[in-house]
């Protein structure tokens, strides 16, 4: 079996049905006939833990094709494993290969062979027959006008499409790296499904305790995700930092991150993923993983953001998920603060007795390529604060169903000026709480509260 470290792997089925449904219909219905499809899942995923390469297919009738790509990828590799590359060159040999062989990572997939729509009948194969939601599918034509429609490609899960044309050494490698992180992340999330499914077995036959070993699960997964946030709060002379993270439920959708990239620099992002709940909480995983690439580089805010966008569109166009950022880098010697926000709702800048609006500066994460954010910069000469937040701080209802809204957030903190920062905003929180009395809670809630001084030196 994969790995049985249960208590860092705890998710529940539900949540992944958009991937394995397959699972699903295991756990619901008839786990008894369907016993095979969770087994070949297992061995699936048994062998890619022990492979020590990537398998990619490559499916067309052009020998071409084959020799190409073939040299293209002769010295690629990710995560420190290579790439072997397998050819088929019609409907026939392709669905031999892929019955035979569970583990392909990747398939290039030309749409038109001995029939004009060899390609799509493989990926019904793929996806209908082998009942395989793991494979990442490219498909390929030589025929521009041979685009697959768009509803082939949502309810397939076709991750790409490209014409021959395309073929450049530089994009081969974007979609290759792009497609085998995308598979490299659903293996780990059948990994830890598994594991799960591995835990409930032993602990019980009866399928009224499931629901209590899910809300031990998510348990366990708040948890988790807690881990990812910031343990401590920063102090210094120069800077303090205060923060609150409160769920709508057992693990949330807001994520943020504070570093210090030099004794004087500091850089704080702010996220909060679109949905709720275990949704909304596997989005802040993928958006920790984006901004971990780029979070120490050299980059500024805007520049990350431009990036982390197409990245995320790069690897999960199909999902229709986004979520908004904003990244403050804090320049304690020059006394300035550079950010960039995109889609985020405004924050606060405290300075000199007024509170400031800061706006966002483009459009959220995730909603088209190659999106331009603007840099803004903030000065200060004496101490300010800034206030980050996710809109699930105004967006609380109480039970006529009024919002708290943004204007009364802004409103407390010019009432409370000289309030020290910590209790400000456990004041500010405990408020919104007496305005929602016993009404459910209707989104996370996160709460930053930054405490900038005059420089000094030492």
């Known amino acids: 079996m994969p790995n049985d470290n249960f208590d860092k792997k705890y998710f529940s089925t539900e949540d992944y049905r958009p991937f394995f449904s397959n699972i699903y ?3 619901q219905d008839d786990l008894k006939t369907n016993k095979n499809n969770l087994q070949n899942l297992v061995n699936t995923l048994v062998s890619f833990q022990k492979s020590n390469n990537w398998k990619v297919l490559v499916v067309d009738d052009d020998k071409n094709i084959h020799i190409v790509t073939s040299a293209v990828l002769e010295d690629y590799s990710f995560e420190g494993k290579d790439v072997i590359i397998f050819d088929a060159y019609n409907i026939e040999e392709a669905k031999k290969f892929l019955l035979e062989n569970s583990d392909i990572a990747l398939v290039f997939l030309d749409i038109v062979m001995e029939e004009e729509d060899a390609g799509l009948q493989i990926v019904k194969y793929i996806r209908e027959d082998l009942k395989n939601n793991l494979i990442r599918i490219i498909l390929r034509t030589g025929y521009e006008y041979n685009v697959p429609e ?3 490609i949502l309810n397939y899960d076709i991750n790409g499409y490209q014409t021959k044309g395309e073929l450049t050494t530089d994009r081969l490698f974007s979609v ?3 497609s085998l992180r995308n598979y490299q992340l659903l293996m780990s999330i059948l990994d830890y499904h598994i594991n799960l499914e591995h835990k ?4 019980t036959q009866d399928l009224k305790n499931s629901l209590r070993i899910i809300k031990k699960d998510l348990s366990i997964a708040k948890r988790i995700q807690k881990s990812i946030l910031p343990k401590k709060m920063l102090k210094t002379k120069n800077i303090q930092f205060f923060a609150r993270y409160i769920p709508k439920a057992e693990v949330g959708g807001d994520f943020y991150d504070i570093i210090s990239l030099s004794e004087d620099f500091y850089r704080v992002i702010i996220a909060d993923a679109t949905g709720h709940g275990v949704q909304g909480a596997l989005l802040t995983m993928a958006i920790k993983v984006e901004y971990d690439n780029v979070k120490k580089t050299s980059l500024s805010p805007a520049e990350i953001l431009y990036q982390i966008n197409n990245q995320f569109i790069e690897q999960f166009l199909t999902l229709n998920m986004f979520f908004t950022a904003a990244i403050f880098d804090i320049n304690l010697k020059d006394q300035t603060i550079v950010y960039a926000s995109a889609g985020h709702p405004e924050q606060f800048f405290v300075n ?4 400031i609006e800061i706006y966002k500066t483009g459009r959220m994460i995730g909603l088209l390529g190659n999106t331009e954010y603007k840099k803004k910069e903030l000065s200060y000469s004496s101490t300010c604060r800034l206030y980050l ?14 919002e708290y809204g943004e204007g009364n957030v802004k409103k407390f903190f010019e009432n409370n000026l000289s309030l020290p920062m910590e209790k400000c905003i456990n004041n500010l929180i405990d408020e919104i709480q007496t305005f929602t009395s016993n009404f459910e809670r209707q989104d996370d809630i996160t709460l930053i509260g930054i405490e900038i001084h005059p420089y000094k030196e030492g």
């Open 200 to 203: 409930v077995k032993e602990r």
């Open 25 to 27: 219909d295991i756990e």
């Open 352 to 355: 000199n007795g007024s509170v």
């Open 150 to 152: 768009k509803e082939m």
């Open 389 to 402: 937040f996710s809109d699930g701080l105004y967006e609380q209802c109480n039970e006529d169903f009024e």
């Open 176 to 178: 290759v790296t792009t």
